[in-house]
């Protein structure tokens, strides 16, 4: 390049300086515009000037120099300072690579000044940023700052620099400027010697969260630097945190206590640059200090979380510890690692495995939050993709819908519920997931069961929004019910049944509060309404806070009369769910108050509006629902592609209708629907035409007038099904006619006459239907039926039927066989014994003496084991069928008042003693109905006495189920006292306490108890009255301890009803009541206070105490007491048979079994195992008698099995009592080999059966017969003492072994045979 000659101009040194062609002097003389004129030529001549100008270069060398004095690196203007720095870039670049700068401290002053010269860049709009730009292209392409690293405090420099390139950079400079940014300090990084710390925080200080939300474009640039220099600045990263985690020096950085932030955003920009850094903070995990452990697993939780970290699978060894602190002592850490799994599910689902183990004990973790986020984590990645969580991880949720806390319940159960609509509902990812969650809506409507109002309030809501959505088109939102009915388990069908009951019981309260509004103002009106009141708030959440605010609300009803009818309309049978939603919101509207947000008065009257709301169920849903069965049983409907059969569909369909009939009734009347029932009743599945018969039953009030072409067409199919169809739908078509035609009588003469005629005992597979028929008539009509049913009684039912053995059972030595197995002529029997019970309920008197014949007759088959015409042609499950039949026939006719007056004490006592026969399947359904009719107030109180004798049930689950129907009918009888005030005067037969006297004398006449001072026999009195007095005596309500204490010193001062001058019975009387009155008093420091009044004794029992005759004896020593309260228990079994002579002595130990004394510690409100639900479908089927609707009761299948013991998990306080008090002291050692009436192989012989050498059973209630001459066995037999005592159950026998309790915690299992266990029962723990 050719220059025109220079203008020489002498400088301050001497030396001449050479300024460019046209370029003056520049002086200090001179002003600030003509500087940067004369600044701008010179600026242009190096920018034309190449490293080759060796002429020009020396030429300029004084000019570069001169350049470099304080004059323009110190200039006040702006313009000249960029000026001479774009001249310094320039002539550095020129001398590369020797600077003309020799004097270090003037390197540094022109690095400084070209450093703080770069703060232009930051305005882009400024009109010099060309020049910043090209002066910060200059230096990065040159790399002008790596002079800098001779000179000592080079780090200066560069730390200035680094700062102010940090600084400058924003959104609005272009890729161009970032690069050169990142050359210039990426050469310094990487040709330097090292990177220092103040450096390295130059860097590291932009990628802390603070900064970083002030500049992004300062955090990209750090990002992009880092990746560069990755290799080069490692090992200066690793020092930093080596200082800071494992030496504990934090004073080397500022950035000390941010470690952690950095730590994360390092690894998310290059894991390498943590390489060394990882094995420390693996001793940073294992940290004494547990806030510093939290800390480490925060960022942990981000590292192994993040989407594309491979770091789990890379540093094995950190991420087996990090998994450690799931288990952590220190609860913040176990919830943190807690809340980690979510992110790690959803981004790593190949790591589900290692944190399944560690989610599952943190299910059950002490810590309520803890097993709250278990759920959250679980659902929110199940929310995100199904595929995300295994079963196992599912299960974790299933199990916590038990948990102890109300919030960790509801958190499951929602989650749940909001899967199931995801998935199942909506079908969002096919067949396979629907699937893979099909059995929540099973498991959410089992928690009905509960017992807590919330979680049937929230089942409810679930239903309504997530099960069946009722904001869906009606058509839509009927077949979800139709289908979602259809494939429901049996007992999730029960909970959704008993919802529906619930529902319509409250709204059925609501309407009766109505009514009463009605009523003028009076002081019955006002307690009834109060009662009323009360009623509904126990169904609401929180009843006692619900009280006040129902109470408010009533007030408000009787003051706004347009509110009372809104609620009218609302609760009324003809509501539409469309007006259902209206009235809800219009009462809502009236009763919000805009100046108080959080109103839990409405809030309340909303949870009373959504339970009584039809928001389901109306005429047009009832007619879509009858749509649909209509289609499958026309085959066109979608059943198959729904899961269901159309046979399933059909079923289920009428089921639901029937159920829906109960609560509905008047949303059936139609003509469409009525003849779609019609329809369903020629079909020949029995079931369904059953079901439709009920269904006309309910609702068909107004067919006679409204639909003669029904009725017509109706009458003649319901007495061909009063004739000849099944038992069950014989019965329904009876109450049918009863119920909905006006002349009935006619109907139903035309229907007695013919059957009472056509009875012939000699076809017994024909006589069940008739006799069903014809006991239902007579109860229903008894004026126009009782007297014909007579004759029918005495010479057909009693005389040719009952006593006469037409046929011979078989011989199998089973005690118990399934329905389809029993012989038509012992069905025929048991139906005609309910039939002579119905034809008294019906008459409802005893004047022809009817009923004492009967009772007769009933106490016989009890004395004679079921064999009435002890002819032995009867086989022994025949046998134990109609044992269950007579005892469950008194049962009944104790239910109407005039007969219970004339039931004896012995036959009393005949029928409690069914509740320890020695058939499994007898005691479990006598159980059952004895509770369902307790539990309904029919049964007199001394029945509740017969509970008692459970506890010589050799079956733990038995004595389980015996105890919760106890605690259940304590509970309804107080509760039903406090609820009605008018109930004090019924106190003798109401109040539990007053179940004692019966209890001791139903022991004293216990034909076991035959030695009043033998230890064993005083012992078992001693469990029986336990068994009993440990329910009663819970609480000391209204001090009823000393009650129960004075009731049984009353009792000494009385005599023996049933025996008054017999000294023996009036002997065990009183030792039944010393023995009770041991118990009392060792169990109760409260019963020695005063009675708070003098207990009534029943007459019927106990006579009236003598005025001069005084029983202070002790009837038991003082080392007897002490054995029977500290002593071991027995180790045999003391369950005795029934239906023995109660004057009979001696029994035959009763071995307890070991499959009987298994069973695990969990709630029996759980969810059941498969195959346990199969199980107890089939023994359902076997003894055809349905569970309890008011106290549901789980059939569980036990076998024996070795369980480990469930480690660090809680259990419910009230399950733990439940726990702890079925044992009752009752440890016995001895077990037998199986359980009773169960799993014997075919080729294995009853020993009891067919053994010569086995006692003979005297028959019961009579003496027995002198046996004939005959084999050598009969006279070994005749040798032996008669035995009362359950005989040891056949192992040969199908003993359900199995669970039934309602609400009832099952018994810990033990197994003492070690036998391997083939089934395992699946335990739902609660928290």
């Keep these: 390049m050719d220059f025109p000659a220079a203008q020489p101009k002498p400088a301050a040194d001497g030396k001449i300086i050479y300024y460019p062609p046209g370029v003056k002097e520049i002086t200090d ?563 919000a108050n805009p100046k108080q947000p959080t109103n839990p008065f409405l809030e309340m009257v909303k949870f009373l509006l959504e339970r009584i709301a039809p928001v389901h169920i109306d005429s047009e849903a009832i007619s879509a629902l009858v749509k649909l069965m209509n289609k499958s049983i026309e085959g066109t409907a979608d059943d198959e592609e729904e899961g269901v059969s159309p046979d399933t569909a059909i079923r289920a369909g009428l089921e639901l209708l029937k159920v829906l009939s109960f609560t509905h009734p008047t949303s059936f009347h139609s003509a469409e629907t009525y003849e779609s029932l019609l329809q369903c009743l020629r079909m020949e599945d029995d079931k369904v035409a059953e079901a439709a018969i009920q269904i006309f039953r309910n609702t068909g009030h107004k067919i006679e007038t409204d639909l003669p072409q029904i009725r017509s067409t109706l009458i003649p199919i319901l007495h061909q099904k009063a004739k000849r169809g099944t038992p069950h739908q014989a019965k329904q078509a009876v109450h049918c006619i009863h119920a909905i035609f006006s002349n009935k009588e006619v109907q139903l003469a035309q229907i007695f006459e013919p059957l009472s005629r056509s009875l012939n005992a000699d076809v017994p597979e024909q006589l069940i239907t008739p006799l069903v028929s014809l006991g239902h008539i007579s109860m229903l009509a008894p004026d126009q039926f009782a007297s014909p049913m007579k004759s029918v009684v005495a010479n057909f039912i009693v005389k040719d039927l009952l006593m006469n053995d037409r046929s011979t059972g078989e011989k199998n030595g089973k005690l118990w066989s399934p329905d389809e197995e029993v012989s038509p002529e012992v069905l025929a029997k048991v139906q005609a014994i309910k039939l002579l019970v119905r034809w008294l309920l019906g008459m409802k008197n005893n004047q022809s003496k009817s009923a004492n014949s009967t009772l007769r007759l009933l106490s016989a088959m009890l004395v004679s084991e079921g064999d009435l015409t002890e002819q032995k042609r009867i086989s022994k499950s025949d046998m134990s069928r109609l044992r269950l039949a007579a005892g469950s026939a008194i049962m009944k006719l104790a239910q109407e008042p005039c007969y219970h007056e004339i039931i004896t004490p012995e036959q009393f006592q005949l029928c409690a003693l069914v509740i320890n026969d020695e058939c499994y399947q007898v005691r479990q359904i006598f159980a059952q109905k004895l509770h369902k009719a307790l539990v309904k107030l029919l049964l007199p109180l001394e029945y509740m006495a017969i509970f008692a004798l459970c506890a010589k049930d050799p079956v733990k689950e038995r004595r389980a189920h015996a105890r919760q129907c106890l605690l259940k009918n304590i509970s309804i009888r107080r509760e039903y006292i406090k609820q009605n005030p008018m109930a004090n005067e019924k106190l003798l037969s109401l109040l539990p306490e007053y179940v004692v006297p019966y209890m001791i004398h139903l022991l004293a006449h216990d034909p076991d108890f035959t030695k009043p001072q033998d230890i064993d026999q005083l012992r078992d009195v001693k469990e029986c009255l336990w068994f009993m007095l440990e329910v009663l005596m819970t609480k000391n309500e209204n001090n009823s301890h000393a009650f129960m204490k004075k009731m049984a010193e009353n009792i000494k001062l009385t005599r023996d009803a049933q025996s008054p001058d017999e000294p023996k019975a009036n002997e065990k009387l009183y030792t039944v009541c010393d023995v009770a009155l041991c118990v009392i008093n060792s169990k109760s420091a409260l019963c020695n206070a005063d009675s708070p009044k003098d207990p009534v004794l029943p007459t019927k029992f106990f006579t009236q105490p003598e005025k001069d005759f005084c029983n202070d004896r002790n009837y038991i020593s003082e080392e007897t007491r002490v054995v029977l309260l500290t002593g071991k228990p027995k180790p045999t079994g003391v369950l005795g048979t029934v239906n023995k002579p109660l004057s009979a002595t001696g029994r035959r130990p009763y071995i307890r079994t070991t499959g009987s004394e298994t069973g695990s510690n969990i709630s029996v409100n759980s969810e059941l195992s498969s195959s346990a639900g199969n199980r107890s479908s089939s023994d359902i089927s076997e003894t055809g008698v349905s569970e309890n609707d008011e106290n549901p009761v789980r059939i569980i299948s036990v076998t024996p099995a070795k369980t480990e013991p469930v480690k660090n998990k809680e259990i419910n306080s009230d399950q733990a009592t439940q726990g702890n008090s079925t044992e009752r002291g009752k440890k016995r050692t001895a077990t037998a080999s199986g359980t009773e009436n169960i799993h014997q192989k075919p080729e294995e012989k009853n020993v009891d059966e067919t053994g010569p050498s086995l006692a003979a059973k005297t028959r019961r209630g009579r003496p027995a017969k002198p046996e004939p001459q005959g084999t050598t066995a009969k006279n070994e037999e005749t040798n032996k003492p008669p035995v009362r005592g359950r005989k040891r159950a056949a192992v040969s026998q199908e003993s359900p072994g199995s669970l039934e309790a309602g609400n009832a915690k099952a018994p810990k299992q033990q197994d003492t045979t070690k036998k391997p266990a083939a089934t395992q029962r699946q335990i739902d723990l609660q928290r």
């Design 29 to 591: 003389k001179i002003t600030n515009d003509e500087v940067v004129k004369r600044l701008k030529m010179v600026v242009k001549t190096f920018m034309d000037m190449d490293q080759d100008s060796e002429d020009e270069k020396q030429q300029y060398l004084p000019l570069a120099l001169h350049l470099a004095s304080e004059f323009f690196l110190r200039n006040p203007n702006k313009d000249v300072r960029l000026l001479v720095a774009c001249c310094l870039a320039d002539i550095f670049r020129i001398y590369a690579p020797e600077a003309p700068y020799t004097s270090h401290d003037k390197l540094k002053d022109i690095f400084l000044f070209i450093t703080r010269q770069l703060k232009g860049l930051e305005d882009t709009k400024s009109p010099q940023f060309n020049r910043y730009f090209y002066l910060l292209e200059n230096l990065a392409w040159v790399k002008s700052y790596n002079i800098c690293f001779e000179l000592e405090d080079c780090n200066e420099i560069f730390i200035q620099l680094f700062r102010t390139l940090f600084s400058v950079i924003n959104n609005s400079h272009n890729q161009k400027v970032q690069m050169h940014m990142l050359d210039l300090m990426s050469s310094i990084i990487m040709e330097g010697d090292g990177v220092t710390q103040e450096l390295l925080d130059s860097i590291l200080i932009n990628l802390i969260p603070a900064h970083k939300n002030l500049n992004k474009q300062a955090f990209d640039l750090a990002k992009v630097l880092l990746k560069r220099t990755v290799q080069t600045i490692e090992p200066c990263i690793a020092n930093f945190f080596n200082q800071v985690l494992v030496l504990g020096k934090s004073s080397v950085s500022d950035l000390s206590e941010h470690v952690f932030d950095l730590i994360q955003e390092l690894f998310a920009i290059d894991p390498h640059l943590l390489l060394s850094v990882m094995p420390q903070l693996e001793f940073k995990l294992k940290s004494n200090d547990g806030e510093e452990r939290l800390a480490v697993v925060r960022l942990l939780a981000k590292l192994f979380g993040s989407k594309d970290s491979d770091l789990a699978t890379q540093n094995r060894p950190l991420w087996q510890c990090f998994l450690g602190r799931f288990n952590d002592i220190h609860v913040p850490v176990r919830l943190e690692s807690v809340k980690f799994a979510s992110h790690c599910l959803m981004n790593h689902p190949d790591l589900a495995k290692d944190l399944t183990e560690y989610l599952k004990v943190r299910s059950h973790d002490p810590e309520e939050a803890i097993r709250h986020d278990v759920i959250v984590t679980i659902i929110t990645a199940g929310k995100r993709d199904l595929s995300l969580v295994n079963d196992q991880l599912l299960g974790f949720v299933r199990e916590r819908t038990l948990d102890k806390r109300w919030r960790v319940r509801k958190e499951a159960m929602m989650g749940l519920a909001q899967l199931y609509k995801k998935y199942c509902l909506h079908a969002e990812a096919g067949k396979d997931a629907a699937e893979k969650v099909s059995w929540i809506k099973d498991k959410l409507l089992h928690i009905y069961y509960q017992n807590s109002i919330d979680d049937k309030l929230l089942v409810e809501k679930i239903f309504a929004q997530y099960l069946v959505p009722h904001n869906l088109e009606t058509e839509e939102r009927m077949k979800c019910l139709y289908y979602l009915y259809a494939s429901l388990d049996p007992n999730a069908v029960k909970a959704l049944n008993e919802m529906w009951k619930c529902q319509n019981m409250l709204r059925s309260h609501v309407r009766e509060l109505l009514d009463l509004h009605k009523q003028p103002t009076s002081e019955a009106n006002s307690a009834a309404m109060f009662g009323k009141l009360m009623t509904i708030a126990k169904n609401l959440p929180d009843p006692g806070k619900a009280q006040d605010f129902v109470k408010k609300f009533n007030q408000v009803l009787g003051d706004d009369e347009k509110l009372r009818s809104q609620l009218e309309l609302l609760i009324s049978p003809t509501c539409s769910c469309k007006q259902a939603d209206v009235c809800v919101r219009e009462i809502a509207r009236k009763l």
